[in-house]
T-cell receptor, first 117, second 110 residues
Framework: NAGVMQNPRHLVRRRGQEARLRCSPM?????VYWYRQLPEEGLKFMVY????????ESGMPKERFSAEFPKEGPSILRIQQVVRGDSAAYFC???????????????FGNGTRLTVT | KNEVEQSPQNLTAQEGEFITINCSYS?????LHWLQQHPGGGIVSLFM???GKKKHGRLIATINIQEKHSSLHITASHPRDSAVYIC????????????FGEGTQLTVNP
């Protein structure tokens, strides 16, 4: 049973390009969360999605960032017109239900390290 | 003031020492998580707890809901325990998203 899969592991983009980060949750998990870790800072919540629905996007920057979790396929975090300040590690986590419990723990992926040059 | 505070920020220990990392929070929570992050690596969930104490191998996590405080203990520390340890809470009011502490960088020397 594969864990949460994120790709790519490393992504380099020039300023102004688009970045697409993918997250495949664990099998049977329908709840996906995206977190960002800026250099020398702690993790910050970005968005919480269920299949085909955005549940909570209160942590997403107002512009250039979007996320989706389609019925089929991975969750995508999309950053348009990247700037140097977007350089960070982006982590995805998944769970079976929306409320963590001993029987529904949270699993993290290995992250995507985005570098904007 | 951050809603989740960890101490210490950095901790250096000798192999075999008993280690304690503390986490205090100022909000009502549904659960508290301890996470481990290795350099350049992913994040591993060590514990999720809402009351009492949990033990897994050499790791022990405790939580005191009344005092809004949790501790992570490592017994007989080993260099491979060197990592960043992160405390995170699921707030009662914010559903499923986590709020994180800044992390504690632990270095265990042989």
């Amino acid at each position: 049973n594969a864990g949460v899969m994120q790709n790519p592991r490393h992504l380099v983009r020039r300023r102004g390009q688009e970045a697409r980060l993918r997250c495949s949750p664990m099998k049977g998990h329908s709840h996906v969360y995206w977190y960002r870790q800026l250099p020398e800072e702690g993790l910050k919540f970005m968005v919480y999605l269920q299949k085909e629905n955005i549940i909570d996007e209160s942590g997403m920057p107002k512009e250039r960032f979007s996320a989706e979790f389609p019925k089929e396929g991975p969750s995508i975090l999309r950053i348009q017109q990247v700037v140097r300040g977007d350089s960070a590690a982006y982590f995805c986590a998944s769970s079976q239900t929306g409320r963590y419990s001993y029987n529904s723990p949270l699993h993290f992926g290995n992250g995507t390290r985005l570098t904007v040059t | 003031k951050n809603e989740v505070e960890q101490s210490p920020q950095n901790l250096t220990a000798q192999e075999g020492e008993f280690i304690t990392i503390n986490c205090s929070y100022s909000v009502g929570i549904s659960a508290l998580h301890w996470l481990q992050q290795h350099p350049g690596g992913g994040i591993v969930s060590l514990f999720m707890l809402s009351s009492g104490k949990k033990k897994h191998g050499r790791l022990i996590a405790t939580i005191n809901i009344q005092e809004k405080h949790s501790s992570l203990h490592i017994t007989a520390s080993h260099p491979r325990d060197s990592a960043v340890y992160i405390c995170a809470v699921g707030k009662e009011t914010s559903g499923s998203r986590l709020t994180f502490g800044e992390g504690t960088q632990l270095t265990v020397n042989p």
